[in-house]
């Protein structure tokens, strides 16, 4: 599929469509907008809150390895299933989904290419019906730390210099002139700008106008004219981790970088520390 390293993690909307009834598989929404999946989703499918049940609620921080399990069994999920998510908006919530569902230890778990805006480009059948699932029992494998990086080492890597930064929100938001995307509230960080020597490769740039992922040779393209190459360590980040999950997942997954490692705490953290260099 379009020369990706990896392209068994994607499926696209006619195999999905073609698959719906397939007990093997779980069928999983994650939205931005939660609601969506009320108003209509893919038939069979289910959905997972990623504000409330994918975080630590209060704390800023993710459900454990152990919650995530009780959570997939709950929904109906086993780990004979294969899960595959979609959502809206270029999968953008559906990849940080995957990219969380890796660092906990899911091992079987894919991506419908396209996402909710394809399927409905298609015109392919849409449902308020909720599927009914009896419980489950949900073994993780083990998780891989090699996917995060956490402020400590963050303020070193920068302090240094090393390594690729890839900050892939806005333009406006890398310059400084915005702290958020626009439509959000400006009261995120403390200062605005960018961690230095970042580059500036907006998430959205990897997808085509019906939210598949461009091909690997535009991809690579697309990064590598900012100096992003496989021989690096990347590190990629946005406001809040959830853009930047959808950049590792095109570096580390479709274009197969050995070493790429997602900043969830991103510049809500970054541009709120203490003493750090930042650029504008």
Known sequence: MANYANPEVLVD???????????????????EDASAYEKNHIPNAISINWETELHDLP???FVSAEQLAQLLGDKGISSDQSIVLYGGNNNWFATYAYWLFKYRGVDNVKLVNGGRKKWELESRLLTQDTPSRPAQTFQLGAERPDLRIFREEVIKRAASGSGAWV????????????????????????????IPGASNVTWSKAANDDGTFKSADELISLYGAEGITADKDVVTYCRIGERSSHSWFVLSELLGFSNVKNYDGSWTEYGSLVGVPVEK
């Open 13 to 31: 909307t006619s195999w999905l469509e073609e698959n719906l009834n397939d007990e093997s598989i779980a069928i999983v929404e994650v939205d």
């Open 167 to 194: 900050d892939v929100r806005s333009p406006e938001e890398f310059r400084g002139e915005l702290l958020a995307p626009p439509h959000l509230p400006q009261e995120q960080a403390q200062v605005p700008g960018h």
């Open 59 to 61: 704390r800023r921080d």
